[in-house]
T-cell receptor, first 112, second 113 residues
Framework: DAGVIQSPRHEVTEMGQEVTLRCKPI?????LFWYRQTMMRGLELLIY????????DSGMPEDRFSAKMPNASFSTLKIQPSEPRDSAVYFC??????????FGPGTRLTVL | AQSVTQPDIHITVSEGASLELRCNYS??????LFWYVQSPGQGLQLLLK??????LVQGIKGFEAEFKRSQSSFNLRKPSVHWSDAAEYFC???????????FGTGTRLKVLA
């Protein structure tokens, strides 16, 4: 079984540029979660979807962040414009019926 | 307030020694409890979970954890640590009906040869 797939694995960009992170959840899972991990703040939930619908985006830091899930097998997290403080590892996770969350390998974002 | 505390930021043990990683939680509802492991540069892998029933749960890689409601704890144990167990370990809590996990800050395990 393929797990959660994220791309790219590493992204280096310059301040002010748009960044798009991608996630393919495990087939059949109906929940999708985006997390951010930093040394200072640990693992933070940014947003989660159920059946492609955003349910809770209270963790999204500000309007520069947006997330979409156009279908059951694809989600994006976009940062526009990016800032150095956005540098972190971004994880996508999926679950079935809100049960155990399975994490992808993460995208390490560096904003210069 | 809902929270998860992992009091040990770093733990060092010798290979072959036993291990216990502590996790305490504060949660209003009946908790679902999880332990995840993260190797450097990798995502989080589920080690084990507790939803209900037997309070001693077995996981992968020889790990086990015990849920103690009276102590609000869910400590992770392994009788004999292997060098490959060196990683960071995260405890998390959630509950039925809410899909937002609260993660602890993690415990980094170092294993001495």
């Amino acid at each position: 079984d393929a797990g959660v797939i994220q791309s790219p694995r590493h992204e280096v960009t310059e301040m002010g540029q748009e960044v798009t992170l991608r996630c393919k959840p495990i087939s059949g899972h109906d929940y999708l979660f985006w997390y951010r991990q930093t040394m200072m703040r640990g693992l933070e939930l940014l947003i989660y979807f159920n059946n492609n619908v955003p349910i809770d985006d209270s963790g999204m830091p500000e309007d520069r962040f947006s997330a979409k899930m156009p279908n059951a097998s694809f989600s994006t997290l976009k940062i526009q414009p990016s800032e150095p403080r956005d540098s972190a590892v971004y994880f996508c996770a999926s679950s079935l019926a809100g049960d155990t969350q399975y994490f992808g390998p993460g995208t390490r974002l560096t904003v210069l | 307030a809902q929270s998860v505390t992992q009091p040990d930021i770093h733990i060092t043990v010798s290979e072959g020694a036993s291990l216990e990683l502590r996790c305490n939680y504060s949660y209003g509802a009946t908790p679902y409890l999880f332990w995840y492991v993260q190797s450097p540069g990798q995502g989080l892998q589920l080690l084990l979970k507790y939803f209900s029933g037997d309070t001693l749960v077995q996981g992968i890689k020889g790990f086990e954890a015990e849920f103690k409601r009276s102590q609000s704890s869910f400590n992770l144990r392994k009788p004999s640590v292997h060098w490959s167990d060196a990683a960071e370990y995260f405890c998390a809590v959630g509950s039925s009906g809410t899909y937002k996990y609260i993660f602890g800050t993690g415990t980094r395990l170092k294993v001495l040869a």
